[in-house]
């Protein structure tokens, strides 16, 4: 089959590979129809994440066509699904209580040991996204091997198309857990820093969950103008200050909830960083937080900040102070996909949730090369990249 | 003055080889015991072991991939065994590398069943027998730790999770 793997930075090719097999019971083999390329692909792309391996298929934003299943699989042969970017079993104790990004059995045994390290605990595996997160193949190909697929990959009912649905697989549930996060009450003003996909989706989540405004903060324009077009506010931090806007805006009193949703861009999983920090102690990247700071000294006392945004190390010069002085609340963590899926299908269907504004580019999978180039190369414009195999 | 910490994790006047590795399974004791108390099955989740002939109730011979490529072998004994609580055992005299350990089990409610191992061996050629064990990643302490994963997968999910492809890169994978 054709796949898009990594050989190194800024080199990404189509290659042909076998074609992936049932290995596990709980397996099915999907034939890819729909399959995005995230912000967090460009780290990858950027050369930034360790443990890659040259040959790694890419990707895991995708959804298409049960076309094999493994002897407990749930699922039928000819069915279509959209799979969950986290790898969690649904049984271990964390998966029974939801926190499926937490489950203990989605990485393999031996791939456990550097997050282990790392975060003291394993975390979920993760399709296509380095050895550290499992070393599994990803959805940017013909065909996928996916794992645990009696409880992972939600069935999406015919007749719906591939665009309304795909950003179930990672950028909508991970906004609406960013709005979740924020404990959103009735009448609050909402501040959220970075309008890519993951903002914008919690923009609307926001407002679905009962927020009287939102402030988006961004520097590209077309991004605050998709932002506008939910209802958003804006401030461009390139013409505005930010604090100072957000506190006039605010009446003085700051947001009631912040959500940075910048992190996916400007830091990501630094961890070549984080150990040569751990060796030496002489480098941190001193703004890579910026966003996460000025969050935190924009919040209202006692407000809340929601960071879905991923960070993968140590940040210096973090406000604990203020944090700690104004009594503010930090939910975060990787998205617990499998939790919301339902719901957010049925918000889909019921046309609650729009996903297909934010796609501005679909290409054949052959074309995933110049497709990476171009969204890093042109972020203003390029907002979401879908891959479609099989198109012509 | 002493604490409540394993003696594993001391850091001082440790026996040079000592580790202890915890994992809690979400499933009762019973079936947690039973199925850690079959050796036979062992290969299925322990990347190392070969083979493991059971002879009798207490005894049995191990067959365990060894650093570089070789295999070591030794007969081992079980020194104690209260059902559902622990399983201690030894490995009988002139064993290539002597090694001993116990396996404690625990109820743990609505979490499952919590599992400690405790393993204490002596390293081929001393020190630097575990440094180079540890390049080869063969060295106990960690294998130890991979290995109750595997066990910890099998017991919750039925299965061993691989980020193989498909069954041939499983064979080149193995475990």
Partial sequence: ?392 | MADDAPLAAAKHDKPTALAARAVTINQPVAEVYSRFRDFAAWPAFMENVVRIDVHDERRSHWVVKAPGGSNVEWDARITEEVPGKLLAWESEPGAEIPNRGHVEFRDAGARGTVIVATIDYDPPAGVIGKVIAKMFQREPAIQARRDLRRFKQLLETGEIATPAMNAKQFEEMGL
């Avoid at chain 1, 407990?72 to 959209?82: A, D, E």
């Avoid at chain 1, 190369?377 to 479609?388: E, H, M, R, S």
């Fill in chain 1, 1 to 392: 089959m054709k796949a898009i793997a990594w050989h190194g930075k800024h080199d990404v090719r189509v290659d042909t590979v076998d074609d992936p097999g049932i290995v596990n019971p709980r397996d099915c083999i999907i034939k890819v129809t729909s399959t995005a390329i995230c912000g967090s692909d460009l780290h990858l792309y950027d050369g930034y994440i360790p443990t890659m391996q040259s040959g790694d298929i890419l990707g895991h934003e995708f959804m298409g066509e049960v076309v094999e299943v493994g002897a407990k699989s749930t699922l039928k042969k000819g069915q279509r699904v959209v799979v969950p970017f986290t790898i969690s079993c649904g049984s271990c104790y964390h998966c029974t209580k939801q926190q499926f990004s937490a489950c203990d059995n989605g990485l393999p045994a031996d791939n456990q040991d550097i997050a282990q390290e790392l975060y003291g605990q394993p975390m979920a595996g993760l399709f296509g996204y380095s050895h550290m997160t499992g070393g599994y193949a990803g959805g940017q190909a013909e065909y996928v091997r996916v794992p645990f697929s009696d409880v992972g990959p939600i069935v999406i009912p015919d007749g719906v198309e591939d665009d309304k649905v795909l950003f179930l697989s990672d950028i909508l549930p991970t906004g609406w857990m960013a709005a979740e996060n924020a404990d959103i009450e009735p009448g609050d003003t909402v501040a959220v820093w970075g309008c890519g996909p993951v903002g914008l989706f919690a923009i609307q989540s926001a407002f679905l969950m009962g927020a009287e405004r939102v402030i988006a903060i961004d520097h590209f324009p077309n991004r605050l103008k998709l932002a506008a077009k939910f209802g958003a506010e804006t401030i461009n931090f390139e013409e505005s200050a930010v604090y100072e806007a957000l506190m006039v805006m605010t009446g003085g009193i700051g947001p009631d909830a912040v959500i940075d949703s910048v992190g996916l861009e400007a830091h990501g999983f630094f961890v070549d960083n984080v150990l040569d920090q751990i060796k030496v102690s002489t480098f941190t990247g001193t703004d890579r937080a910026h966003a996460n700071r000025q969050a935190i000294i924009a919040c209202r006392k006692g407000g809340r900040v929601s960071m879905p945004a991923v960070y993968g190390g140590f940040v210096d010069k973090w406000p604990l102070g203020a944090f700690m002085e104004k009594g503010l609340t930090l939910k975060t963590g990787q998205t617990h996909v499998q939790r919301y899926l339902p719901a957010l299908l049925t918000a889909i269907l019921e046309e609650k949730i729009d996903t297909t504004f934010l796609i501005s580019h679909r290409m054949p999978l052959e074309k995933g090369p110049e497709g990476y180039k171009m969204f890093h190369d042109q972020q203003n414009d390029v907002t979401k990249i879908v891959l479609k195999p099989g198109m012509m």
